[in-house]
């Protein structure tokens, strides 16, 4: 499979724990989108990378949550001392830009499905 | 007001029937995108649009920039069809963020 994975697919903690999550983008493309989805809304947007450089956050990014890219492939969202409100699904998402070609389609990941007791 | 607006949000019809989903949006932007997201939240892209008209299969989605408008239509529609369709957009031309719409729960009964 050549999509976008994500894992876990799904995640149960209690309160105060750490988790983390890790998206495996298409392999070619250089920009991964974190995005947070609670139940009957729309995606959020959370952060972006170009490679391995974050380049930008949301205010919802509270100082509990850390994304990192370091290879500029793979990345991970960490987050510290859960809380009920962090339940959700958490989706990633690739694309691929080069230069000034302009806004590609993002492919979307599954999602992982975080539920905080 | 939210930047982007989808109507109506919870829509039914019998299978065969003609579908419209309606996207506003009151950012400026580039491109809107139309995805679909299945039970057990999988996302799929279906379109990127900058202007115009595009077809896939018994998809079409239309874009009006000035009115900030963009339409998904399903032509013969389904019971596979059913989901939730999501429409986005980027907030601002010097960004690749997307901010959502709520999404319309389309069902398609046979």
């Known amino acids: 499979d050549t999509g976008v994975s994500q894992d876990p697919r799904h995640k149960i903690t209690k309160r105060g724990q750490n988790v983390t999550f890790r998206c495996d983008p298409i392999s070619e493309h250089n920009r991964l989108y974190w995005y947070r989805q609670t139940l009957g809304q729309g995606p959020e947007f959370l952060t972006y990378f170009q490679n391995e450089a974050q380049l930008e956050k949301s205010r919802l990014l509270s100082d509990r949550f850390s994304a990192e890219r370091p290879k500029g492939s793979f990345s991970t969202l960490e987050i510290q001392r859960t809380e009920q409100g962090d339940s959700a699904m958490y989706l990633c998402?690739?694309?691929?830009?080069?230069?000034?070609?302009?806004?590609?389609?993002?492919?979307f990941g599954p999602g992982t499905r975080l539920t905080v007791l | 007001k939210n930047e982007v607006e989808q109507s109506p949000q919870n829509l039914t019809a019998q299978e065969g029937e003609f579908i419209t989903i309606n996207c506003s949006y009151s950012v400026g932007i580039s491109a809107l995108h139309w995805l679909q997201q299945h039970p057990g939240g999988g996302i799929v892209s279906l379109f990127m649009?900058?202007?115009g008209k595009k077809k896939h299969g018994r998809l079409i989605a239309t874009i009006n920039i000035q009115e900030k408008h963009s339409s998904l239509h399903i032509t013969a529609s389904h019971p596979r069809d059913s989901a939730v369709y999501i429409c986005?957009?980027?907030?601002?031309?010097?960004?690749?963020?997307?901010?959502f719409g709520t999404g319309t729960r389309l069902q398609v009964f046979p």
């Open positions: 649009l900058s202007s």
């Open positions: 986005a957009v980027p907030p601002r031309y010097n960004t690749d963020k997307l901010i």
């Open positions: 998402a690739s694309s691929h830009i080069e230069g000034l070609a302009g806004r590609k389609e993002q492919f």
